[in-house]
């Protein structure tokens, strides 16, 4: 007979503070998995077809997709594809089914999982195994400045992915599963 599992989703926005509430409930015993490492982790995996696919389009905007040591620089890549979306699209097209696989191991390999992330709607199928969503939010300005300080990012850029990340709330919201809203100062 198989046990019973928890899992629980904890999405935001960039920058809203997931990482803090995700920490205040692995003191309770859970445990988590960060999607956003998953997505660096991935990108290396696939790097010859993230190169492959994206070269053209950073070239023709003087963007550099490599490290010196010849990692994926995911601060470009970023740039490119949060400039260009249909080039997202194609992206998560790469990576999700890998993430996916990933999430589902850890969480067949514990009773209570919360999955770290900010589009786990593009993942149905990881949702689906999630009883309740927390939805983390922050005031614009508070998120701005988290996002700067942490992440060093060009204010163009910062604006651009908030402005992707826009409706999230509403697609969360079309799942149907039970959503907790925390405003996180």
């Known amino acids: 007979m198989e046990k019973s599992r928890s899992v629980i989703a904890v999405v935001g926005p960039m920058a809203a ?6 920490s205040k409930l ?15 982790d991935a990108i290396e995996l696939v790097k010859e077809k993230i190169l492959e696919t994206f070269i053209p389009y950073a070239e023709s905007q003087n963007i550099k997709l490599t490290n010196p040591d010849g990692t994926i620089n995911r601060k470009n890549l970023g ?4 400039s260009f979306p249909e080039l997202l ?3 998560e097209s790469i990576v999700y089914p890998i993430i996916t696989k990933q ?9 209570k999982t919360i999955i770290n992330a900010t589009v786990l709607y593009k993942t149905p199928e990881l949702l ?9 939010t922050a005031p614009f300005f508070t998120r701005f400045r988290r996002a700067r300080r ?10 651009r992915r908030f402005h992707a990340q826009r409706n999230l709330l509403r697609e969360y919201q079309k799942t149907g599963i039970p959503i907790e809203i925390i405003h996180n100062k």
């Open 150 to 159: 942490r992440d060093h990012l060009p204010r163009r850029q910062i604006f």
């Open 103 to 111: 999430i589902e191991n850890f969480i067949d390999g514990h009773d």
């Open 128 to 136: 689906s195994r999630c009883e309740k969503i927390l939805f983390v």
């Open 79 to 82: 740039r490119l594809l949060f």
């Open 26 to 40: 692995k003191e309770e015993g859970w445990a988590a998995v960060d999607a956003d490492i998953l997505v660096h």
């Open 17 to 22: 503070g997931k990482n803090y509430i995700c």
């Open 89 to 91: 699209k194609i992206q």
